[in-house]
Each structure stands twice: as structure tokens, then as C-alpha cells.
């Protein structure tokens, strides 16, 4: 069946522009992640959504990021005024669930690489 | 802080030898997970092992879990080409839904 997809796959934009970046889930997963990679670096947590809601907003970096996710799927993150250091790898993950005391996998999207010149 | 760190940052071996990478963490957690990224781009999940479990298999993977020493290792045996990416581990605590990851591993098997 299909992956979580992601669009664009890459974007590069001025200083200053907004930025809308894309995540399609697996259908029938009720969980979606967003974390960001800067080169050469490890994962880091931007928010999640159980469903609609996004009941943890504590990893996103400021009050330019912003995520909203609609019919429980499709979910986009914005950027507003982008600057340089948002340049990174945006990557999007889905799984069946909450991982509770559990523990689901989470599939991963192939990423999109965001430049801000 | 980093939750997870992995050990060693780079890793270079021979084909057919075996390559073990190493993760400590600092708090209390309830799974670890292992994941393989290759190019920079997605992850693929290889394995999760709970708190209460001490080792796990899957094909040529062998993951342990120290939770008194807060640390697990990877081990992937008959290494190939194709095991060439980075390695991370991810931790998640308690109730939270966050997914720690680790800066990773970058292993290189040589043909």
C-alpha cells in the first residue's frame, strides 16, 4: 500500500516568504509527526496530532511554526517569515496510534528539503 | 538535553564483518527504538524493544536493552553494502508521545 508522502520534496525560498509544507499519512493512521533534521543532525520533535487535535505543541521552535492537520489526515506545516536557520529537512510520520505505554512503529515520509536563501 | 546518544559517531567496517553501535540515554523510558536512514531522508523503523524486555532479534539484527545502565546497543551481524546509512536510536518517556532521537550512527560497510 501507499507510504506517507510528502510535497514539495524540496523548496527553496526567500528570507522572509511563507512556507507550506505538505503530509499525507497513511490511511487509517490516527497519529502524525513532524520533526525537523538540520544537516548532520539527529530528529528533532516538532509537534504531534491524534486525529485532529494536537495535544503537544512544546517542540515547535517559534510562533512562526504552525501546523494544522484536517479530516484527521492530511496535515501541512507552516513557516511564516522563514529565516536561515529553518533550512533543514522537514520529515512527516504516521502510525496506527499513540504510542501510550505500547509502543507503535512510526513510518516515515521521504522528508522535504527546505532552503531558505 | 539529548536523550539518546549513539556510539560511534562514524563506523567503517568490511563487508561480512559485524557492526555493533551503542545508545545511552538519561531518563526513564517505556520502548527504545532503532531506525535506519539512508541519503538523509526517510527513516525505516527496524526494531523496538520494550523496557521490560533485555534483548530482541530480527534477521540480522540484535538489539539489547540495559535499563539499569540506561543504554542498548545494535548489533547487525554479516554486514553488507547495503547496511550502509545512519542509525538512530529513539527513546520515548512515560506518557509522552515525543520520540527522542539520538545524532546518530553512520556506519559504512566497504564492498
Known amino acids: 500500500g501507499a507510504g506517507v508522502s510528502q510535497s514539495p520534496s524540496n523548496k527553496v525560498t526567500e528570507k522572509g516568504k511563507d512556507v507550506e509544507l505538505r503530509c499525507d499519512p497513511i490511511s487509517g493512521h490516527t497519529a502524525l509527526y513532524w520533526y525537523r533534521q538540520s544537516l548532520g543532525q539527529g530528529l528533532e520533535f516538532l509537534i504531534y496530532f491524534q486525529g485532529n487535535s494536537a495535544p503537544d505543541k512544546s517542540g515547535l521552535p517559534s510562533d512562526r511554526f504552525s501546523a494544522e492537520r484536517t479530516g484527521g489526515s492530511v496535515s501541512t506545516l507552516t513557516i511564516q517569515r522563514t529565516q536561515q536557520e529553518d533550512s533543514a529537512v522537514y520529515l512527516c510520520a504516521s502510525s496506527l496510534g499513540l504510542a501510550g505505554a505500547g509502543g507503535y512503529e512510526q513510518y516515515f515520509g521521504p522528508g522535504t528539503r527546505l532552503t531558505v536563501t | ?111
Open chain 2, 1 to 111: 538535553s539529548q536523550q539518546g546518544e549513539e556510539d560511534p559517531q562514524a563506523l567503517s567496517i568490511q563487508e561480512g564483518e559485524n557492526a555493533t553501535m551503542n545508545c545511552s540515554y538519561k531518563t526513564s523510558i517505556n520502548n527504545l527504538q532503532w531506525y535506519r536512514q539512508n541519503s538523509g531522508r526517510g527513516l525505516v523503523h527496524l526494531i523496538l524493544i520494550r523496557s521490560n524486555e533485555r534483548e530482541k532479534h530480527s534477521g540480522r539484527l540484535r538489539v539489547t536493552l540495559d535499563t539499569s545502565k540506561k543504554s542498548s546497543s545494535l548489533l547487525i551481524t554479516a554486514s553488507r553494502a547495503a547496511d550502509t546509512a545512519s542509525y538512530f536510536c529513539a527513546t520515548r518517556q512515560g506518557g509522552s508521545e515525543k520520540l527522542v532521537f539520538g545524532k546518530g550512527t553512520k556506519l559504512t560497510v566497504n564492498p
